[in-house]
T-cell receptor, first 115, second 114 residues
Framework: DAGITQSPRYKITETGRQVTLMCHQT?????MFWYRQDLGHGLRLIYY???????DKGEVPDGYVVSRSKTENFPLTLESATRSQTSVYFC??????????????FGQGTRLTVV | AQSVAQPEDQVNVAEGNPLTVKCTYS??????LFWYVQYPNRGLQFLLK??????LVKGSYGFEAEFNKSQTSFHLKKPSALVSDSALYFC????????????FGQGTTLQVKP
């Protein structure tokens, strides 16, 4: 199916475990983003990527790792999960600025609980 | 630094009345500005954007937004609110430069009462 999909939709993990959230888009958008949504903080940018093999930190990158070996995939890894990383995570994709419709399209989100 | 401010956590309006949700931004160069809406337990839906041109942009569901460069603002408006407009609204800014980073505000909850 065309679009942007995140998996899993729900995840419960224990403190200290490594967990990876997946994001896949079918539009061949060059840009991809990861956000976390917490009450009172809105959407905060964790990492973003301008193209395959190009990633950069956002507002809250600590404790997270990303990779982008293929244009369509942008996994987010929590190397050692902490309770403060309990959140709803959103992935998004878009074309580059100036290349037409620059709005980002969002996945349905992954609700992660760290116990 | 690139940033977005939504000064109101919540906006309350009666059905049929006009509504305004405020947004101010800071970015280097010319901004790309966006509004998104989020309904409970859903992802974000794109409403409208300003790239260039006319300062008043129209979007989905009867919403519009006015870009004001001197005040660095991009307020969301609707002439007549509906109860179904009740949701969480996010303003976002993207620089036109090479970084392409997309930054969101904290969100404003719109409550429309019958």
């Amino acid at each position: 199916d065309a679009g942007i999909t995140q998996s899993p939709r729900y995840k419960i993990t224990e403190t200290g475990r490594q967990v990876t959230l997946m994001c896949h888009q079918t539009w061949s958008h060059s840009y991809m983003f990861w956000y976390r949504q917490d009450l009172g903080h809105g959407l905060r940018l964790i990492y973003y990527s301008a193209a395959a093999d190009i990633t950069d930190k956002g507002e809250v990158p600590d404790g997270y790792v990303v990779s982008r070996s293929k244009t369509e995939n942008f996994p987010l890894t929590l190397e050692s999960a902490t309770r403060s990383q309990t959140s709803v995570y959103f992935c998004a994709s878009s074309v580059a600025p100036g290349q037409g419709n620059t709005e980002a399209f969002f996945g349905q989100g992954t609700r992660l609980t760290v116990v | 630094a690139q940033s977005v401010a939504q000064p109101e956590d919540q906006v309350n309006v009666a059905e049929g009345n006009p509504l305004t949700v405020k947004c101010t931004y800071s970015v280097s160069g010319n901004p790309y500005l966006f509004w998104y809406v989020q309904y409970p337990n859903r992802g974000l839906q794109f409403l409208l954007k300003y790239i260039t041109g006319d300062n008043l942009v129209k979007g989905s569901y009867g919403f519009e937004a006015e870009f004001n460069k001197s005040q660095t603002s991009f307020h969301l408006k609707k002439p007549s609110a509906l109860v179904s407009d009740s949701a969480l609204y996010f303003c976002a800014v993207r620089g036109s430069g090479n970084t392409g980073k997309l930054i969101f505000g904290q969100g404003t909850t719109l409550q429309v009462k019958p």
